[in-house]
Nanobody, 123 residues
Framework: QVQLVESGGGLVQPGGSLRLSCAAS????????MAWFRQAPGKEREFVAS????????ISADSVKGRFTISRDNAKNTVYLQMNSLKPEDTAVYSC????????????????WGQGTQVTVSS
């Protein structure tokens, strides 16, 4: 059974940093892209960033460009999201997801999802 388990969320002050991790298990993920999405209360799910299997291609939302960096360690089946210069509007539940093939910002293309980790940016 495939499992995606996120960690690293928490409460941080504006301007601070957090590093999220998502560990995948239950199958081989060779050739699969991984991504982060987020959902704030009362809002739709929003794409954050996606990275290809070998890490040579990464895309991110305009709202996080220059502040967030996605990376992965295939030996550990883990994807990371380094978040710097955090803003109150980054507050959301952050979830990781996996899909076959290339990177994508479309959530309906992702077949496996984690439960999410809460990130709260507040003073």
């Amino acid at each position: 059974q495939v499992q995606l388990v996120e960690s690293g969320g928490g409460l941080v002050q504006p301007g601070g940093s957090l590093r999220l991790s998502c560990a995948a298990s239950g199958r081989t993920f060779s050739g699969y892209a991984m991504a982060w999405f987020r959902q704030a209360p009362g809002k739709e799910r929003e794409f954050v960033a996606s990275i290809s299997w070998l890490g040579q291609t990464a895309i991110s939302a305009d709202s996080v460009k220059g502040r967030f960096t996605i990376s992965r360690d295939n030996a550990k089946n883990t994807v990371y999201l380094q978040m710097n210069s955090l803003k109150p509007e980054d507050t959301a539940v952050y979830s990781c997801a996996v899909k076959g093939g290339p990177v994508s910002s479309r959530p309906n293309e992702y077949i496996y999802w984690g439960q999410g980790t809460q990130v709260t940016v507040s003073s």
